[in-house]
């Protein structure tokens, strides 16, 4: 069904692709640990979007965060190979390692970048809403290393609220390591916009945190340059 009166959108399918893919990896590293995570260009050229836990690992069941001068954001062509790169600086951050424990729902971030990412990459619009639908068809895009090269890794599912007015979310994407801050996306008006960022699994299930309810209205304020039909306005997904 269309949710909040708007029509159906086209469904989607995992082999759509962008022509340059505003979706990354970030990488942290201090000495010979390296951490590595995903991350969305969003709204500009210099704005990311990913989890609260990107500079952070658990060693002996105890976090440890890096410093953020040891992390890049890192862009790939459609070679894999790396076409842009660039360090950055703390905007936001959904909670700490303790909160997150706590409650999935804090476990976002936004990163400003020191240098503007290229114009030829389209950065992705962030959907908000008042509520996330019962069962929405979405899309996981993920970026991964391999060797010297990137991999663009990209599945469809089905994701829902885990409670009634949520914003921590379950989908049932097969999802790897790495994969941590990879954008769910749906088709609004034409466009694949984010809806939320993958966070973790729980059993056989992921974990994600939706841009709905409050925390929508941060990424508003956060995020500059939104499209103004998606800020404030209510994205129609597939449900049900």
Known sequence: MALWGLPQPLPLRANQDFAVSPIGAIN????????YTTGTLV???KTVLTVAHFDTFRRRNVDVAKDLRDCR????DSYGVQSFSSRFELVQRGGSPQTRHLSNATDWAVLTLDHSAPEAVTP???ATAPDFPSRSEVMIVASSKSGRRAN???RSCLAWPQADRSIVLQHS??????????PLLVRIDGELQAVGVHSGRLGKFGLAVGFNGRLG????????????????AAPSFRGD
């Open 152 to 154: 663009k890794n990209t």
């Open 217 to 232: 209205e941060r990424l508003r304020a956060a995020i500059p340059r939104q499209s103004p039909r998606t800020l404030g």
């Open 43 to 45: 709204g500009d050229q």
């Open 173 to 182: 994407c097969p999802t790897k390591g790495g994969w941590s801050g990879a």
């Open 124 to 126: 992705l619009q962030v």
């Open 28 to 35: 942290c590293r201090s000495g010979l640990t390296r951490w």
């Open 73 to 76: 954001f890192t862009l790939y």
